[in-house]
């Protein structure tokens, strides 16, 4: 169990994850929660992390950062996607393994499974079959940082864990046109649309393609759960158990958001893999369980998104 009082790392407190974990650390009463801004520290930049890890010692690390993206950033950007989340998360892990970490927490994505795994896909299924190649660069990235917090704790001892989210979404999500993931790209796609008296929003594919969706906040009351209660060389799902198809989702953001034009498909546009379900057994075992029905945590991220128009240039 962490102290009250114990030196907590965030990286990562200013995305959505992060500071979402920052909220809950703070709710339950936790006073020495260490953070830093890109500016202040460049998680790419071995020998800032190595100066900042010797200095400043921290007993914990929750490594939310990452470089991030939906299906147009990734195809994009193959080798950025790659090369930052890989150095970030090196130079981290690394670094909190030679301060004498007592335990850090590595937050992954459900993007790690293979593209064709039994459905709902079991912590067991990583590395069985072919990622998908829209987001490989990314996947393989977050596959190193979990099997080297493994390869760490084989070798060395340690007690590094990681879990593994499914799609997210929630207060300080990324809402920009082009370089966010479905729900937030769809919540200002129909608030302009309204805003605008658009007839139609398109949508890219089909709308078959099944999802889950998980709010920020629930996946971090998960994530200081799990650094309480678990240690393993596994990971961890963290999701709903629950998937809607896309098509489903935009018929719900448009109710949520109150636009009442129609809604097209551009089936020349890619659908992403066809469904991804976490079986989230192993988590709700442990004793937790997701709080937030999707149309709440929806009605909240469009207030968010009212609240914070800055967000969306981002």
């Given amino acids: 169990m962490m102290e009250k009082d114990a030196k907590i790392y ?48 921290p007993e914990y690390v929750f490594l939310a950062a990452a470089k991030v993206g939906g299906i147009i950033a990734n195809q ?29 927490e590595f937050l992954g994505s459900s993007c790690i499974y293979p593209r064709m795994a039994p459905q709902p896909m079991k912590e067991s299924c990583l590395l069985t079959s072919e990622l998908e190649k829209t987001n490989e660069a990314y996947a393989l ?30 207060p300080n999500d990324n809402y920009h046109p082009t370089h966010s993931h479905v729900l937030p790209a769809l919540i200002r796609r129909f608030h302009e649309a309204k805003e605008s008296g658009a007839e139609y929003v398109t949508c890219w594919g089909d709308g078959s393609p099944l999802r889950e969706f998980l709010y920020v906040d629930d996946l971090a009351n998960l994530c200081v759960f ?14 709903t158990g629950k998937e809607l198809t896309i ?25 992403g893999t066809p469904r991804k379900l976490l079986d989230v057994s192993k988590a709700e075992a442990l004793g937790w369980k997701y709080k937030t029905e999707l149309e709440e945590g929806i009605r909240l991220s469009y207030e968010d998104f009212l609240n914070n128009p800055m967000r969306a240039e981002r």
Avoid at 233 to 239: F, L, P, R, S
Wanted: hydrophobic fraction near 35%.
């Fill in 247 to 271: 098509r489903e989702l935009t018929e719900l953001v448009a109710k949520v958001v109150g636009y009442e034009g129609e809604i097209r498909w551009d089936t020349s546009k890619p659908n």
């Fill in 226 to 239: 799990l650094m309480n209660h678990y240690s393993g060389n596994e990971t961890v799902n963290a999701g």
């Fill in 76 to 104: 994009n950007a193959l080798a950025d996607f790659m090369y930052d989340n890989m150095i970030l998360e090196m130079n981290v892990i690394h670094s909190a393994w030679k301060n004498g970490c007592k335990k850090l």
């Fill in 10 to 57: 965030v990286a990562g407190h200013r995305g959505m994850v992060g500071s979402a974990i920052v909220r809950e650390l703070e709710r339950q009463g936790y006073t020495n929660i260490i953070t830093r801004t890109h500016k202040e520290l460049d998680l790419c930049r071995q020998n800032d992390v190595e100066a900042f890890f010797a200095e400043e010692k």
């Fill in 141 to 170: 990235a977050k596959i190193s940082g979990l099997k080297y917090c493994e390869f760490l704790n084989r070798q060395y001892g340690t007690d590094y864990i990681s879990v593994m989210p499914t799609n997210l979404y929630g």
